[in-house]
């Protein structure tokens, strides 16, 4: 098959063995995938995440946020997924005898930026007719903003600050104002992307190279009678960031920090303290939240379109994700792997 290959650490378009379904997997034939933070992280920091398998000797083919079509079966399948099928998955392939892998971030699990890739049946659901693909290819990026939300118990009567207006720090907007927080106050430096958070509900735009927003969030709760402490949720990941934070944020401020980076880092435990700060570090999304948001596409309560800013196909994408990794580009870049 045609795929994107990732391999002695460097992306190329060109042919690679093709994937075979084993006991309980679905063959499926990518309809729609979209690029990711950790797709980079992956590549740069191959040994950052114990979860995730670097294998420089082998063909890696990336891509675990997706929805595909059902072109054949494994042995031992229930036949619940008929051949052509739209089915999507949260991005794990179970192996009997061996822990999940990773999809896309496993030489063994082959994700979404080639022709065929494969799915565990018994975490596959099928996608209703009508339902846009490139609408469930972002899923997984929702799912995020939706666990961190969720884990925040955030509720009205709180004032939320979300740091990035990226993929996540969208999520985060689309779960508060799918429980009726707000007014929600959004932070980037690129005004385009501060538009596209306002397309999902955010109030209040703050570029933090003309104004504090940790400022701007006292203004707004002064004015909007609000005195509860601060809820922030950290959706950028860049070192240095959540040390910003700590020094910047109220006394008693809850910080969900959910851009993840990979390296070493450090924040002052002392300033922290005094601060009594409330500091929560990844862990999600679970599969709640992953099938939940699933359910709201499905069930128009989340539309996710408008984080995506452009379509591609495999040649774009080692282009796309170099300007991943220079946080250029819109929210969400989606790739049709076999769109001809």
């Known amino acids: ?57 082998r063909d890696t083919i990336m891509g675990h946020e997706f929805i595909g079509e059902v072109v054949g079966h494994g042995p031992e399948c229930s036949g619940d997924f008929p051949v052509g099928s739209r089915v999507t998955s949260l991005p794990l392939l179970i192996r009997e005898g061996a822990e999940p892998h990773v999809i896309g971030h496993d030489p063994d699990a082959p994700g979404a930026f080639g022709e065929l890739m494969l799915v565990s049946e018994v975490l596959a659901r099928t996608v209703p007719d009508g339902i846009p693909n490139d609408a469930v290819a972002v899923v997984d990026a929702f799912a995020v903003g939706e666990f961190y939300v969720r884990s925040s118990a955030i509720g009205p009567g709180e004032l939320p600050l979300v740091i ?8 985060a907007v689309a779960a508060l104002v799918a429980r009726g927080v707000g007014p929600v106050i959004i932070s980037d430096y690129s005004a385009e992307r501060l538009e596209y958070a306002k397309k999902f509900g955010a109030e209040v735009l703050v570029n933090p190279g003309e104004r504090s927003p940790f400022e701007v969030w006292r203004e707004v709760a002064r004015d909007s009678g609000i005195q509860t402490a601060q809820v922030i949720f ?107």
């Open 164 to 171: 990035g207006a990226g993929a996540i720090g969208l999520s």
């Open 1 to 57: 098959m045609r795929a994107v290959v990732l391999r002695d650490g460097r992306l190329e378009v060109r042919d690679t063995a093709d994937p075979v379904p084993g006991p309980g997997q679905l063959l499926l034939r990518p309809l729609s995938a979209a690029i990711c933070a950790s797709d980079v992280h992956y590549m740069d920091h191959p040994d950052s995440a114990p979860r995730f398998v670097w294998d420089s000797g």
């Open 234 to 340: 950290e959706c950028v990941g860049a070192p240095g960031l959540l040390q910003n934070i700590i020094g910047s944020c109220d006394f008693l401020a809850r910080i969900y920090a959910a851009g993840g980076w990979h390296g070493s880092d450090s924040v002052s435990v002392t300033e922290a303290t005094h601060k009594g700060v409330t500091i929560q570090f990844g862990g999600g999304p679970h599969p709640v939240d992953w099938y939940g948001t699933l359910d709201a596409v499905v069930d128009g309560r989340l539309d996710p379109l408008p984080s995506i800013g452009k379509v591609i196909g495999l040649d774009e994408v080692p282009a796309a994700i170099d300007q991943a990794r220079k946080s250029q580009g819109p929210p969400r870049v989606v790739v049709h792997p076999t769109a001809s």
